[in-house]
């Protein structure tokens, strides 16, 4: 069984930056599609970012320009790089994947999750 443990969240003041790791306990993280989710509370789950294994990704237009998802086939772990946070951008962030496609296709529920790391922004 695939699992994946995310780290790297905290405390970061508005304008700061944090990069998340998601660690996959087997297989490579560049033969499926992997993303990034977040839920703040009150609100619903929304995808962050996405990474397919030909390495087409997709960003939230929240996000666009301020996150960057990558991975490192190597170290079996996937990114996202977070600059110019805001305090909208507060959230626990989960890591996911979907292992029975490789190119991610938007609105189809992920198969394997992590359990997610807290992301919290001061003014």
């Known amino acids: 069984q695939v699992q994946l443990q995310e780290s790297g969240g905290g405390s970061v003041q508005a304008g700061g930056s944090l990069r998340l790791s998601c660690t996959v306990s087997?297989?490579?993280?560049?033969?499926?599609?992997m993303a990034w989710f977040r839920e703040a509370p009150g609100k619903e789950i929304e995808t962050v970012a996405t990474?397919?294994?030909?390495?087409?990704?997709f960003y939230a237009e929240s996000v666009k320009g301020r996150f960057t998802i990558s991975r490192d086939n190597a170290k079996k772990t996937l990114y996202l790089q977070m600059t110019s946070l805001k305090l909208e951008d507060a959230a626990t962030y989960y890591c996911?994947?979907?292992?029975?496609?490789?190119?991610?296709?938007?609105?189809?529920?992920?198969?394997?999750w992590g359990k997610g790391t807290l992301v919290t922004i001061s003014s």
């Open positions: 996911a994947a979907d292992l029975l496609i490789s190119r991610c296709i938007p609105g189809r529920p992920m198969d394997t």
């Open positions: 087997r297989h490579s993280v560049g033969t499926y599609c």
């Open positions: 990474i397919s294994s030909d390495s087409t990704t």
